[in-house]
């Protein structure tokens, strides 16, 4: 039903920024949570930051609190994750998907039917 495109990633120096955007026409019609994830080699797949499209609710991992933001441009069916103050263990692949939630804290817990995903796209922090 939703098909994320993930942008946005690249290179970049430890302590600079990067923002991600993940495209996903139609989310707003039939999803209501919107994640970020990443995974990066020896590590599980972690859940970086959501938002909750009916109000605007966000979540943030702690791994990334305080310099990641999480926000979104319904209009151009855009999520975006601004990325400051980068840091080499944050080198991954990052995925968007949609999910479903009845109320905000499912969301915030991770409890959505993460359906829709991305095809990921690289970041890579170095020193």
């Known amino acids: 039903q939703v098909q994320p495109v993930e942008s946005g990633g690249g290179s970049v120096q430890a302590g600079g920024s990067l923002t991600l955007s993940c495209r996903a026409p139609g989310y707003k019609y039939t999803r209501n949570c919107m994640g970020w994830f990443r995974q990066a080699p020896g590590k599980e797949r972690e859940r970086v930051a959501a938002i909750y499209t009916n109000g605007g609710a966000t979540y943030y991992a702690d791994s990334v609190k305080g310099r990641f933001t999480i926000s979104e441009a319904s209009a151009n069916d855009t999520v975006y994750l601004q990325m400051n103050a980068l840091k080499p263990e944050d080198s991954a692949t990052y995925y968007c998907?949609?999910?479903?939630?009845?109320?905000?804290?499912?969301?915030?817990?991770?409890?959505?039917?993460?359906?829709?995903w991305g095809q990921g796209t690289q970041v890579t922090v170095h020193q």
């Open positions: 998907a949609g999910g479903s939630v009845t109320l905000w804290p499912h969301c915030s817990r991770g409890q959505a039917n993460f359906e829709d």
